[in-house]
């Protein structure tokens, strides 16, 4: 691919807790319409780079980053995301959508868990309600929730709230989209259901994917990244 095809570049990243180094000179580019899958035993700093790429390090006591992580935005062209100010990091966090590995839902509905950034956005009634019912189609939710969207996303089974909190940031449309393990908690069925939707998806944006799957990662990636422990490799 052309390298005007390149939404995010990360070079010489360095990630330190207090003074131990976990992540050391990583060099990864992600592309448009290409899913890119990350790799590695556990422990290796995977979701740490998530992280970084998010700036949610920032929260993380005795974290330290150093290194740069470049982003092409849609209507700002290239944006750096380490000399982003605080009032920047929710535009960021539309532009690249994190999806963690153990589901963070809101302490309220099913359907206010979808709708909540939606109203930080200002959209009408009429549009919340037919954005979150797309994104729960999307994430093969709807048929499951249609009826208690109302009850408690607490109640939802892991799997359920895994794809909850996929739709939640589908939503928004983000142009970069991560995955820590988007279907460790799905039974095989779902797993394949979700992979076809990455596949669709990534048509139109950027998708990364932490994975332990080999065969997952065989199916879905243009391009695989592997982390294993201060080293990095790519194919």
Same mark, same amino acid.
């Given at each position: 691919?052309?390298?005007?095809?390149?939404?995010?570049?990360?070079?010489? +990243?360095?990630?330190?807790?207090?003074?131990?180094?976990?992540?050391?000179?990583?060099?990864?580019?992600?592309?448009?319409?290409?899913?890119?899958?990350?790799?590695? &035993?556990?422990?290796?700093?995977?979701? $740490?780079?998530?992280?970084?790429?998010?700036?949610?390090? #920032? $929260?993380?006591?005795? @974290?330290?980053?150093?290194?740069?992580?470049?982003?092409?935005?849609?209507?700002?062209?290239?944006?750096?995301?380490?000399?982003?100010?605080?009032? /920047?990091?929710? !535009? +960021? %966090? %539309?532009?690249?959508?994190?999806? =963690?590995?153990?589901?963070?839902? +809101?302490?309220?509905?099913?359907?206010?868990?979808? @709708? =909540?950034?939606?109203?930080?956005?200002?959209?009408?009634?009429?549009?919340?309600?037919?954005?979150?019912?797309?994104?729960?189609? /999307?994430?093969?939710?709807?048929?499951?929730?249609?009826?208690?969207? #109302?009850?408690?996303?607490?109640?939802?089974?892991?799997?359920?709230?895994?794809?909850?909190?996929?739709?939640? $940031?589908?939503?928004?449309? &983000?142009?970069?989209?991560?995955?820590?393990?988007?279907? !460790? =908690?799905?039974?095989?069925?779902?797993?394949?259901?979700?992979?076809?939707?990455?596949?669709?998806?990534?048509?139109?944006?950027?998708?990364?994917?932490?994975?332990?799957?080999? #065969?997952?990662?065989?199916?879905?990636?243009?391009?695989?990244?592997?982390?294993?422990?201060?080293?990095?490799?790519?194919?």
């Amino acid at each position: 691919m052309a390298e005007d095809n390149i939404k995010m570049a990360i070079k010489d +990243l360095d990630v330190y807790y207090y003074e131990r180094l976990v992540l050391k000179k990583v060099n990864m580019v992600f592309r448009n319409r290409e899913l890119t899958a990350i790799v590695g &035993p556990s422990g290796c700093g995977k979701s $740490t780079l998530l992280m970084a790429l998010t700036r949610l390090l #920032d $929260t993380v006591p005795h @974290a330290r980053v150093e290194g740069s992580v470049e982003l092409r935005s849609n209507d700002q062209g290239w944006l750096n995301v380490f000399r982003l100010g605080e009032t /920047d990091l929710p !535009s +960021l %966090r %539309r532009r690249v959508g994190l999806i =963690f590995q153990h589901p963070n839902v +809101l302490n309220t509905s099913i359907f206010k868990n979808v @709708a =909540f950034p939606l109203r930080l956005l200002g959209l009408s009634r009429q549009e919340i309600d037919s954005n979150v019912r797309a994104a729960l189609i /999307d994430v093969f939710l709807w048929d499951e929730v249609r009826d208690r969207l #109302d009850s408690p996303a607490s109640e939802l089974s892991g799997g359920q709230q895994q794809r909850l909190c996929l739709a939640r $940031t589908l939503v928004l449309q &983000p142009e970069i989209l991560l995955l820590d393990e988007p279907t !460790s =908690f799905l039974d095989e069925d779902l797993a394949g259901k979700i992979e076809n939707l990455l596949i669709r998806l990534k048509e139109e944006r950027t998708v990364v994917v932490v994975s332990h799957y080999n #065969d997952q990662v065989l199916r879905l990636s243009d391009r695989v990244y592997r982390l294993a422990g201060n080293q990095q490799e790519s194919n």
